[in-house]
């Protein structure tokens, strides 16, 4: 069974800072990244990252944002600086399982920039 659980959103004042973590579990996954969805909006691309370490990033958030993973830990990092409020969104984990290629999300955990 595979799971991806979220943890390290919450409330943040504008210019702050924040890390999420997403561990998974139940396979091996060659991309995993992060994607966000605010109100009324749909959900969009935050970053990505293979298993070699390239990675993909939204313009938004290109120079603000940076992810990485331990593959020993199957875990992937999504650090968030400069945060402005346009940044409010629930941020869901993503992983693409290498063999089937599957894509698997997980349940969500919100980002509020405010002050």
């Known amino acids: 069974q595979v799971q991806l659980v979220e943890s390290g959103g919450g409330l943040v004042q504008p210019g702050g800072s924040l890390s999420l973590s997403c561990a998974a579990s139940g396979g091996f996954f060659s991309i995993m990244g992060w994607y966000r969805q605010a109100p009324g909006r749909q959900r969009d691309l935050v970053a990505t990252?293979?298993?070699?370490?390239?990675?993909e990033y939204a313009d938004s958030v290109k120079g603000r944002f940076t992810i990485s993973r331990d593959n020993a830990k199957r875990t992937v990092y999504l650090q968030m600086n400069s945060l402005n409020p346009e940044d409010t969104a629930v941020y869901y984990c993503y992983a693409r399982r290498s063999i089937t290629q599957y894509d698997y999300w997980g349940q969500g955990t919100q980002v509020t920039v405010s002050s």
């Open positions: 990252i293979s298993t070699r370490g390239s990675t």
